[in-house]
Protein backbone atom coordinates (compact mmCIF):
# COMPACT_ATOMS: atom_id res chain seq x y z
CA UNK A 1 0.00 0.00 0.00
CA UNK A 2 1.37 3.42 -0.55
CA UNK A 3 1.68 5.85 2.02
CA UNK A 4 0.79 9.29 3.23
CA UNK A 5 3.09 12.25 1.97
CA UNK A 6 5.23 12.50 4.54
CA UNK A 7 4.51 16.33 4.89
CA UNK A 8 1.45 15.62 5.41
CA UNK A 9 1.91 13.19 8.19
CA UNK A 10 3.99 15.63 9.87
CA UNK A 11 1.45 18.37 9.52
CA UNK A 12 -1.06 15.74 10.75
CA UNK A 13 1.72 15.24 13.62
CA UNK A 14 2.22 18.85 14.66
CA UNK A 15 -1.06 20.80 14.38
CA UNK A 16 -2.31 21.58 17.78
CA UNK A 17 -5.33 23.58 16.95
CA UNK A 18 -7.16 21.99 14.25
CA UNK A 19 -10.35 22.33 12.28
CA UNK A 20 -12.62 19.67 10.80
CA UNK A 21 -14.72 21.32 8.18
CA UNK A 22 -17.67 18.36 7.64
CA UNK A 23 -20.26 17.80 5.02
CA UNK A 24 -22.91 14.82 4.26
CA UNK A 25 -19.98 13.16 2.95
CA UNK A 26 -18.97 12.54 6.21
CA UNK A 27 -22.49 10.42 7.51
CA UNK A 28 -23.03 8.74 4.11
CA UNK A 29 -20.76 5.91 5.17
CA UNK A 30 -23.98 6.11 8.22
CA UNK A 31 -26.22 5.54 5.69
CA UNK A 32 -27.44 8.91 6.02
CA UNK A 33 -27.63 9.99 1.93
CA UNK A 34 -25.96 12.97 0.89
CA UNK A 35 -27.62 15.37 -1.52
CA UNK A 36 -26.15 16.34 -4.77
CA UNK A 37 -24.72 12.35 -4.91
CA UNK A 38 -26.40 11.40 -7.90
CA UNK A 39 -26.60 7.80 -6.90
CA UNK A 40 -27.77 8.45 -3.60
CA UNK A 41 -30.12 11.58 -3.64
CA UNK A 42 -32.02 12.15 -0.71
CA UNK A 43 -35.71 10.64 -0.73
CA UNK A 44 -35.27 10.66 -5.15
CA UNK A 45 -38.52 12.64 -5.64
CA UNK A 46 -37.44 15.37 -3.43
CA UNK A 47 -34.76 17.29 -3.32
CA UNK A 48 -33.02 20.07 -0.08
CA UNK A 49 -33.31 22.76 -2.81
CA UNK A 50 -37.44 21.97 -3.20
CA UNK A 51 -38.28 21.02 0.63
CA UNK A 52 -35.49 23.13 2.66
CA UNK A 53 -37.09 26.89 1.91
CA UNK A 54 -39.20 29.12 3.57
CA UNK A 55 -41.96 29.11 0.43
CA UNK A 56 -42.00 25.09 0.54
CA UNK A 57 -42.77 25.72 4.12
CA UNK A 58 -45.48 27.94 3.51
CA UNK A 59 -46.55 26.26 0.49
CA UNK A 60 -47.07 22.89 2.43
CA UNK A 61 -46.07 22.81 6.14
CA UNK A 62 -47.47 19.24 6.59
CA UNK A 63 -44.68 17.79 3.53
CA UNK A 64 -41.79 19.80 4.66
CA UNK A 65 -42.58 18.91 8.43
CA UNK A 66 -42.90 15.31 7.33
CA UNK A 67 -39.55 15.54 5.58
CA UNK A 68 -37.81 16.75 8.36
CA UNK A 69 -39.14 14.24 10.53
CA UNK A 70 -38.39 11.47 8.57
CA UNK A 71 -34.70 12.51 8.04
CA UNK A 72 -34.74 12.58 11.88
CA UNK A 73 -35.94 9.41 12.11
CA UNK A 74 -33.66 7.91 9.98
CA UNK A 75 -30.71 9.72 11.50
CA UNK A 76 -31.98 7.83 15.11
CA UNK A 77 -31.77 4.64 13.05
CA UNK A 78 -28.05 4.85 11.86
CA UNK A 79 -24.84 5.20 13.96
CA UNK A 80 -21.76 6.90 13.82
CA UNK A 81 -18.62 5.58 11.36
CA UNK A 82 -15.28 5.07 11.85
CA UNK A 83 -14.94 8.62 10.49
CA UNK A 84 -17.04 10.00 13.31
CA UNK A 85 -14.98 8.19 15.76
CA UNK A 86 -11.49 9.44 14.46
CA UNK A 87 -12.22 12.77 14.80
CA UNK A 88 -13.53 12.10 18.48
CA UNK A 89 -10.53 10.39 19.06
CA UNK A 90 -8.29 12.91 17.92
CA UNK A 91 -10.41 15.85 19.62
CA UNK A 92 -9.46 14.28 22.44
CA UNK A 93 -6.07 13.37 22.27
CA UNK A 94 -5.43 16.79 21.22
CA UNK A 95 -7.34 17.95 24.11
CA UNK A 96 -5.14 16.07 26.62
CA UNK A 97 -2.14 17.63 25.16
CA UNK A 98 -3.10 21.11 25.14
CA UNK A 99 -4.10 21.76 21.45
CA UNK A 100 -7.71 21.33 20.23
CA UNK A 101 -9.69 19.70 17.35
CA UNK A 102 -12.95 21.90 16.78
CA UNK A 103 -15.82 20.52 14.45
CA UNK A 104 -17.74 22.68 12.07
CA UNK A 105 -20.65 20.95 10.53
CA UNK A 106 -22.77 21.66 7.86
CA UNK A 107 -24.73 18.73 8.72
CA UNK A 108 -27.59 19.02 10.29
CA UNK A 109 -27.30 14.93 12.38
CA UNK A 110 -25.80 13.90 15.87
CA UNK A 111 -23.70 11.97 14.55
CA UNK A 112 -20.50 13.94 15.33
CA UNK A 113 -21.44 13.62 18.73
CA UNK A 114 -22.61 10.08 19.07
CA UNK A 115 -19.28 9.58 17.46
CA UNK A 116 -17.61 11.26 20.58
CA UNK A 117 -17.00 15.00 19.34
CA UNK A 118 -18.14 17.68 20.57
CA UNK A 119 -19.09 20.09 17.27
CA UNK A 120 -18.13 23.99 17.31
CA UNK A 121 -20.74 25.09 15.26
CA UNK A 122 -23.58 23.17 13.12
CA UNK A 123 -23.57 25.89 10.60
CA UNK A 124 -26.97 24.74 9.15
CA UNK A 125 -28.77 23.73 12.43
CA UNK A 126 -29.81 20.31 13.36
CA UNK A 127 -32.83 18.03 12.87
CA UNK A 128 -33.33 17.59 16.49
CA UNK A 129 -33.85 21.34 17.48
CA UNK A 130 -37.29 22.90 16.85
CA UNK A 131 -38.96 26.61 17.08
CA UNK A 132 -42.24 28.05 16.51
CA UNK A 133 -42.96 29.50 13.34
CA UNK A 134 -44.48 32.86 14.12
CA UNK A 135 -42.83 33.46 17.97
CA UNK A 136 -38.95 31.84 17.50
CA UNK A 137 -40.40 30.10 20.46
CA UNK A 138 -37.61 27.11 20.71
CA UNK A 139 -39.92 23.87 21.50
CA UNK A 140 -38.94 20.11 22.62
CA UNK A 141 -40.28 17.37 20.42
CA UNK A 142 -39.20 13.58 19.40
CA UNK A 143 -39.49 12.84 15.98
CA UNK A 144 -39.76 9.59 17.29
CA UNK A 145 -38.31 6.40 15.59
CA UNK A 146 -39.38 4.41 12.47
CA UNK A 147 -42.42 2.28 13.11
CA UNK A 148 -40.62 -1.04 12.19
CA UNK A 149 -36.97 0.21 13.36
CA UNK A 150 -35.89 0.76 10.12
CA UNK A 151 -36.24 3.83 9.31
CA UNK A 152 -36.03 5.99 5.82
CA UNK A 153 -38.65 3.40 3.91
CA UNK A 154 -41.75 4.22 2.31
CA UNK A 155 -44.20 3.18 4.38
CA UNK A 156 -42.71 5.00 7.42
CA UNK A 157 -42.39 8.14 4.91
CA UNK A 158 -45.97 7.52 4.05
CA UNK A 159 -47.00 7.64 8.19
CA UNK A 160 -44.74 10.70 8.51
CA UNK A 161 -46.23 12.39 5.58
CA UNK A 162 -49.72 12.20 7.68
CA UNK A 163 -48.29 13.60 10.86
CA UNK A 164 -48.82 18.08 10.75
CA UNK A 165 -46.46 20.58 12.31
CA UNK A 166 -47.56 20.48 16.05
CA UNK A 167 -49.16 23.71 17.02
CA UNK A 168 -46.75 26.09 19.42
CA UNK A 169 -47.49 25.83 22.78
CA UNK A 170 -45.84 29.48 23.77
CA UNK A 171 -47.98 31.55 21.31
CA UNK A 172 -50.94 29.52 20.29
CA UNK A 173 -50.77 30.83 17.00
CA UNK A 174 -47.35 29.46 14.94
CA UNK A 175 -46.41 25.67 14.40
CA UNK A 176 -43.47 24.00 14.72
CA UNK A 177 -40.76 24.00 12.40
CA UNK A 178 -37.45 22.49 11.75
CA UNK A 179 -34.26 24.35 13.75
CA UNK A 180 -32.90 24.29 10.41
CA UNK A 181 -30.82 27.18 8.14
CA UNK A 182 -33.26 26.76 5.01
CA UNK A 183 -31.78 27.79 1.45
CA UNK A 184 -31.87 31.69 1.95
CA UNK A 185 -31.72 32.04 5.40
CA UNK A 186 -29.47 33.69 7.25
CA UNK A 187 -27.00 31.05 9.29
CA UNK A 188 -26.97 31.83 12.87
CA UNK A 189 -24.87 34.67 13.61
CA UNK A 190 -22.86 33.24 16.50
CA UNK A 191 -22.27 29.48 14.85
CA UNK A 192 -20.80 31.39 12.08
CA UNK A 193 -18.15 33.86 13.45
CA UNK A 194 -17.17 30.79 15.37
CA UNK A 195 -16.38 28.80 12.32
CA UNK A 196 -14.82 31.64 10.80
CA UNK A 197 -12.58 32.56 13.79
CA UNK A 198 -11.76 29.08 14.35
CA UNK A 199 -10.10 28.69 10.40
CA UNK A 200 -8.47 31.76 10.79
CA UNK A 201 -6.52 30.90 13.66
CA UNK A 202 -5.82 26.73 13.07
CA UNK A 203 -2.40 25.32 12.04
CA UNK A 204 -4.14 22.32 10.12
CA UNK A 205 -7.99 22.00 8.50
CA UNK A 206 -9.09 18.75 7.25
CA UNK A 207 -12.39 19.37 4.80
CA UNK A 208 -14.39 16.30 4.80
CA UNK A 209 -17.24 15.14 2.73
CA UNK A 210 -18.60 18.52 1.33
CA UNK A 211 -18.93 19.16 -2.47
CA UNK A 212 -17.77 22.83 -2.07
CA UNK A 213 -20.87 24.71 -3.68
CA UNK A 214 -22.97 26.06 -0.65
CA UNK A 215 -22.40 29.90 0.89
CA UNK A 216 -21.02 30.95 2.96
CA UNK A 217 -19.81 27.90 4.41
CA UNK A 218 -17.89 27.01 1.18
CA UNK A 219 -15.78 29.91 1.50
CA UNK A 220 -14.61 29.03 4.97
CA UNK A 221 -11.21 26.52 3.35
CA UNK A 222 -10.12 29.27 2.16
CA UNK A 223 -10.20 30.95 5.14
CA UNK A 224 -7.83 28.70 6.55
CA UNK A 225 -5.22 29.04 3.34
CA UNK A 226 -5.30 32.69 3.95
CA UNK A 227 -3.81 32.67 7.44
CA UNK A 228 -1.31 30.32 6.59
CA UNK A 229 -2.78 26.94 7.29
CA UNK A 230 -2.32 23.40 4.89
CA UNK A 231 -5.79 21.90 3.87
CA UNK A 232 -6.54 18.34 3.53
CA UNK A 233 -9.56 17.69 1.12
CA UNK A 234 -10.92 14.03 1.76
CA UNK A 235 -13.53 13.21 -1.27
CA UNK A 236 -13.52 10.08 -3.20
CA UNK A 237 -14.42 12.96 -5.71
CA UNK A 238 -13.02 16.75 -6.85
CA UNK A 239 -14.58 19.69 -5.71
CA UNK A 240 -14.61 23.48 -6.92
CA UNK A 241 -11.79 23.70 -3.89
CA UNK A 242 -9.95 20.44 -4.72
CA UNK A 243 -6.90 22.65 -6.83
CA UNK A 244 -6.28 24.93 -3.65
CA UNK A 245 -6.29 22.10 -1.06
CA UNK A 246 -3.22 21.63 0.22
CA UNK A 247 -3.66 18.28 -0.14
CA UNK A 248 -6.35 15.80 -1.33
CA UNK A 249 -6.88 12.40 -0.66
CA UNK A 250 -9.52 10.84 -2.74
CA UNK A 251 -10.85 8.62 0.02
CA UNK A 252 -13.91 8.23 2.34
CA UNK A 253 -14.52 9.42 5.49
CA UNK A 254 -14.77 6.39 7.57
CA UNK A 255 -11.68 4.49 5.74
CA UNK A 256 -9.06 7.82 5.42
CA UNK A 257 -9.74 9.60 8.84
CA UNK A 258 -8.18 6.46 11.01
CA UNK A 259 -5.67 5.66 8.89
CA UNK A 260 -4.47 9.64 8.97
CA UNK A 261 -4.81 9.99 12.82
CA UNK A 262 -3.39 6.45 13.03
CA UNK A 263 0.32 6.84 13.90
CA UNK A 264 1.78 4.65 11.72
CA UNK A 265 0.04 6.41 8.61
CA UNK A 266 0.40 4.09 6.46
CA UNK A 267 -2.60 4.47 3.71
CA UNK A 268 -2.68 5.03 -0.25
CA UNK A 269 -1.78 8.58 -0.80
CA UNK A 270 -2.69 9.02 -4.18
CA UNK A 271 -1.49 12.25 -5.10
N1 LIG B 1 -16.68 10.17 2.41
C1 LIG B 1 -16.30 11.43 2.08
N2 LIG B 1 -16.96 12.20 1.17
C2 LIG B 1 -18.03 11.65 0.56
C3 LIG B 1 -18.48 10.33 0.85
C4 LIG B 1 -17.76 9.60 1.81
N3 LIG B 1 -18.13 8.34 2.13
N4 LIG B 1 -19.59 10.08 0.05
C5 LIG B 1 -19.80 11.20 -0.67
N5 LIG B 1 -18.86 12.13 -0.38
C6 LIG B 1 -18.73 13.50 -0.91
C7 LIG B 1 -19.30 13.70 -2.28
O1 LIG B 1 -18.29 13.47 -3.27
C8 LIG B 1 -19.69 15.19 -2.25
O2 LIG B 1 -18.57 16.00 -2.62
O3 LIG B 1 -19.50 14.31 -0.05
C9 LIG B 1 -19.98 15.43 -0.77
C10 LIG B 1 -21.47 15.57 -0.48
O4 LIG B 1 -21.89 16.77 -1.08
P1 LIG B 1 -23.37 17.32 -0.81
O5 LIG B 1 -24.33 16.19 -0.92
O6 LIG B 1 -23.51 18.54 -1.66
O7 LIG B 1 -23.37 17.73 0.73
P2 LIG B 1 -22.86 19.09 1.36
O8 LIG B 1 -21.64 19.58 0.68
O9 LIG B 1 -22.76 18.86 2.83
O10 LIG B 1 -24.09 20.09 1.08
C11 LIG B 1 -23.98 21.39 1.66
O11 LIG B 1 -26.24 21.88 0.96
O12 LIG B 1 -28.31 20.91 0.77
C12 LIG B 1 -27.58 21.83 1.49
O13 LIG B 1 -27.75 22.54 3.70
C13 LIG B 1 -27.49 21.42 2.91
O14 LIG B 1 -25.59 21.28 4.39
C14 LIG B 1 -26.04 20.99 3.07
C15 LIG B 1 -25.34 21.86 2.06
Redesign the pocket.
Known sequence: TGTFDPDLLDAVASAQHVVAL?????S??SGVP????AQ?GLWEQY???DL?TEDAWLADRNLVWSWYQWRARLVRACEPNA?HRALGEWQTRLRDSGGRLEVVT???DDLHERGGAEVLSH??GSLFEFRCDECSEPAEHDPGVAADGRAGSDEDLTETLASPPPACASCRIGRLRPG??W?GEMLPVDAFDRAQDALAECDLAVV???????QP?AALPYVALGNGAPVIE????E?PFTDHATWHLD????T?LPQLISTDGAAPHRR
Open positions: TGAGMAETFRDTSAEAGQNVLHIVFIGTSGIVAINPATGTAAT
